[in-house]
């Protein structure tokens, strides 16, 4: 810019004395009209020739930068397809996870509950089996007292008569012998 300046200042003094500072910065005539001739013949061959090429070519360049945007826009739309796509079959995941999470909760349960059952069922079985066996030796312990009673009471009651006792007899004193006990 100070450049520029120089130059103007120094025209314009060596125009002031030479006679006219415009003369310096115009040219003559004849060229200034062969410059105008030569920028039009320019311009229209620009103009004829240049422009149409350079049209096609930013044609050619606009429908390529259309054509990608539309690619583009495609594939975003095929990306949030899948996207959906994706979260859809996750949450399928999540939904089939969590299920298959409470049949098994309640299979154990079932199970636990079978286990229980059984477990309770055997512990019936003992014990009924415990009282079975209790009340035979139960049974089988009375029996043998009886018998060892009716012994004994046979036994004292030959030597309180002095004698011998027959079989109905010992039966009837063995009974009676009994019942007295149960009345106790």
């Not at 990306?79 to 959906?84: D, F, G, M, N």
């Not at 055997?122 to 030796?137: C, N």
């Amino acid at each position: 810019m100070q450049l520029l300046t120089a130059l103007a200042v120094l025209a314009t003094e060596e125009g002031a004395e030479s006679g006219g500072g415009l003369s310096l910065i115009l040219p003559p005539t004849s060229e200034l009209i062969a410059g105008i001739i030569a920028f039009l013949i320019v311009f229209w061959f620009v103009g004829r020739r240049a422009m149409p090429m350079i049209n096609r070519t930013l044609e050619a360049r606009q429908q390529a930068i259309t054509g990608q945007l539309s690619e583009a826009e495609e594939a975003k739309r095929e990306a949030e397809s899948l996207l959906a796509d994706y979260r859809a079959q996750l949450a399928d995941a999540k939904t089939e996870g969590n299920r298959i999470i409470e049949e098994a909760r309640a299979s154990g349960e079932q199970l636990k509950a079978d286990i229980v059952a059984r477990a309770e069922e055997e512990a019936a079985s003992t014990l009924a089996k415990a009282r079975d066996e209790a009340q035979s030796e139960k049974s089988r312990a009375l029996a043998e007292a009886r018998r060892e009673v009716g012994e004994i009471s046979v036994g004292l009651a030959e030597r309180i008569v002095g004698g011998s006792l027959d079989g109905k007899m010992q039966q009837d004193l063995i009974d009676r012998y009994l019942a007295d006990l149960e009345k106790l």
